[in-house]
T-cell receptor
């Protein structure tokens, strides 16, 4: 098991609602990346936070936003939920965005009805 | 464009045989490639990586081959075990902060 935890494990929301997902990074890691994984697909990069600043963003609309806290934990916020937002949301922590130090959490399964 | 794809969605292999999972990438500027394993209910797990200045890298029971001429990656797993059952993704780092994953190949181990 990695030291990366995510909460909640599962979540059901309705279209138009807002959701906040949380991620606690591995001890010693200062970078958190968020990914969206639709069923049967590979993870898609949403954005990355390094030392509390956004450090890169994928092709996701502004209603996907995030935060990183001084302890390097992170939140992903999604506003105005759409049906297509249903997916597994993964966070991964690393040290100085070095991919070979990256550990993924188990994910949060979001279902939008 | 940026895309990483896989040739086969499902691969069935007899326990004890070697497994080979293939992957094509399209971004010729990519210089870092990674293979991940994702078991049911878990996040992806880093297996092995390779930089574009290499054509082969070996780990414990795994080997990654990179053919830059045809933009092709493969992951070889020696003596496949039941615990190797998972979905395997190839991925490429397009810059320090962005990794592009392929769609994945499910490896199924036959007893």
């Amino acid at each position: 098991e990695t030291g990366v935890t995510q909460s909640p494990t599962h979540l059901i929301k309705t279209r138009g609602q807002q959701v906040t997902l949380r991620c606690s990074s591995q001890s010693g890691h200062n970078t958190v990346s968020w990914y969206q994984q639709a069923l049967g697909q590979g993870p898609q990069f949403i954005f990355q936070y390094y030392r509390e600043e956004e450090n890169g963003r994928g092709n996701f609309p502004p209603r996907f936003s995030g935060l990183q806290f001084p302890n390097y934990s992170s939140e992903l916020n999604v506003n105005a939920l759409e049906l297509d937002d249903s997916a597994l949301y993964l966070c991964a922590s690393s040290f100085d965005w070095e991919v070979d130090t990256q550990y993924f959490g188990p994910g949060t399964r979001l279902t939008v009805l | 464009g940026e895309s990483v794809g896989l040739h086969l969605p499902t691969l069935s292999v007899q326990e004890g045989d070697n497994s080979i999972i293939n992957c094509a990438y399209s971004n010729s500027a990519s210089d870092y490639f990674i293979w991940y394993k994702q078991e049911s209910g878990k996040g992806p797990q880093f297996i092995i990586d390779i930089r574009s200045n290499m054509d082969k890298r070996q780990g414990q029971r795994v080997t990654v081959l990179l053919n830059k001429t045809v933009k092709h990656l493969s992951l070889q797993i020696a003596a496949t075990q039941p615990g190797d059952s998972a979905v395997y993704f190839c991925a490429e780092e397009v810059r320090d902060d962005k990794i592009i994953f392929g769609k994945g190949t499910r490896l199924h181990i036959l007893p």
